[in-house]
């Protein structure tokens, strides 16, 4: 409740408020001392008591302005009762100024109910003290000072309106700003876990297929095997670097973390080697790629890595056609592959994986369009179009 309450009011992160806050302490406290300090006149109930009540009368008053952000009810509570002695002993001469202020606070800071009962009970006795000091002390009669009464209390329901209707707009606000948080960290690990899916399952498809070759020809062929072992050191280091930095998002507490670089379309050649070796004949094509915004070009790596990943763990051995091309405006990227007919393709498609659908989902994010399924004559294409604006920079 307190930290809500810090929130609603600005306190302590508005120092220009709390700033203004003190100046109109200050300006309040001097006017009731001049209050205090009239000389007489004559028919005028002016206040002829001691200086020094006047004062902590005024301090009283005023001073609890200065913090009615951070005690909203007990700085009303003074302020009303020390208005109230002074209405009684004839200071004060303005409508209540520090009342209506620190009531609006109030209504902004505190719960319905509380605020409710705070505005009820100031009403009442503000009305009791101006009774007591306009009707039976001054004389004035009954009906002027029940307008008065009424008129103050008109003051501090619209006050209270205003208030909690700022408070409600503001909680409104948080809500909105905490939904929003809340969807941005669902975001965010829902981008790591797609990326970590994509390097997984390239490397380990890659892996996989190399492991296999390694068995196969140990015994007959050890050169083979452990030029096959060499590719599986190297893809296995390449990914654990590239998961490390992408956990490294997670785990760091601090901004200066030191972070793997997201790919960039520089690195798709490389990806191109790696199914080579995995048996994959792989012919590429890039065009008019410099320039792609940094989104654009992750989307594009991601799509090119986990297409060439689908055609060496259901293709290979197999012929793979890569272009990716930038044309007024759209990256057009296509991955088509000859695999064997062997491949079995109804069950992989019955019930699409999480690669197809994360290829889409990229593709997805920027407006574009994409396709992914079997070929009349054999194999299988992807086919992606992604718009982006020149300039853009994610």
């Known amino acids: 409740?307190?930290?809500?309450?810090?929130?609603?009011?600005?306190?302590?992160?508005?120092?220009?408020?709390i700033g203004l806050d003190v100046c109109t302490a200050v300006?309040?406290?001097?006017?009731?001392?001049?209050?205090?300090?009239?000389?007489?006149?004559?028919g005028e109930y002016t206040y002829d008591g001691p200086m020094w009540i006047a004062?902590?009368?005024?301090?009283?008053?005023g001073g609890p302005i200065a913090v009615r952000r951070k005690w909203p009810l007990p700085a009303l509570a003074c302020v009303v009762v020390c208005t109230s002695v002074a209405t009684v002993a004839a200071m004060t001469k303005e409508p209540y100024t520090a009342t209506v202020i620190a009531m609006y606070m109030v209504a902004l800071a505190e719960r319905r109910s509380w605020s409710?009962?705070?505005?009820?009970a100031t009403a009442v006795i503000t009305g009791a003290a101006q009774f007591i000091g306009l009707h039976l002390n001054i004389g004035q009669n009954l009906t002027d000072t029940a307008q008065m009464v009424g008129f103050l209390s008109l003051v501090l329901t619209v006050t209270w309106v205003i208030g909690h209707g700022t408070r409600r707009l503001r909680l409104a606000e948080f809500r909105n700003a905490a939904e929003s948080t809340s969807k941005a960290i669902v975001d965010e690990r829902l981008r790591i876990a797609r990326e970590m899916h994509d390097v997984v399952a390239h490397s380990l498809s890659v892996i996989a297929v190399k492991?296999?070759?390694a068995n196969h020809v140990a015994e007959e062929h050890p050169t083979e095997a452990r030029e096959a072992l060499r590719v599986i050191e190297t893809i296995s280091r390449g990914a654990l670097i590239e998961m490390r930095g992408?956990?490294?998002?997670?785990?760091?507490?601090?901004?200066?973390?030191?972070?793997?670089?997201?790919?960039?379309?520089?690195?798709?050649?490389?990806?191109?080697?790696?199914?080579?070796?995995?048996?994959?004949?792989?012919?590429?094509?890039?065009?008019d790629l410099d320039g792609l915004p940094e989104g654009v070009s992750l989307a594009v790596y991601r799509i090119v890595q986990e297409a060439l990943t689908n055609v060496v763990k259901h293709?290979?051995?197999?012929?793979?056609?890569?272009?990716?091309?930038?044309?007024?405006?759209?990256?057009?990227v296509d991955i088509v592959d000859d695999g064997p007919g062997h491949r079995v393709l109804p069950e992989r498609f019955s019930e699409p994986g999480h690669g197809v659908d994360g290829m889409r989902e990229r593709v997805m994010m920027f407006a574009g369009t994409f396709e992914a399924g079997?070929?009349?004559?054999?194999?299988?294409?992807?086919?992606?179009?992604?718009?982006y604006r020149t300039g853009e920079t994610s």
């Open 211 to 213: 492991a296999g070759i």
């Open 55 to 61: 004062v902590v009368l005024a301090v009283g008053v």
């Open 315 to 332: 293709a290979a051995p197999a012929d793979c056609r890569v272009t990716v091309a930038a044309v007024y405006g759209e990256v057009r």
């Open 116 to 120: 409710l009962i705070a505005l009820v």
């Open 1 to 17: 409740m307190t930290d809500l309450r810090h929130l609603l009011t600005r306190w302590p992160r508005a120092w220009h408020m």
């Open 374 to 387: 079997p070929r009349p004559g054999g194999g299988f294409a992807v086919r992606a179009r992604i718009p």
């Open 246 to 287: 992408m956990l490294g998002v997670l785990r760091s507490d601090t901004e200066d973390a030191e972070l793997t670089p997201a790919p960039t379309l520089a690195e798709i050649p490389a990806l191109a080697e790696r199914a080579r070796q995995a048996g994959v004949r792989v012919k590429l094509e890039l065009t």
């Open 27 to 42: 300006v309040i406290t001097i006017i009731y001392i001049g209050f205090g300090n009239m000389t007489p006149q004559p």
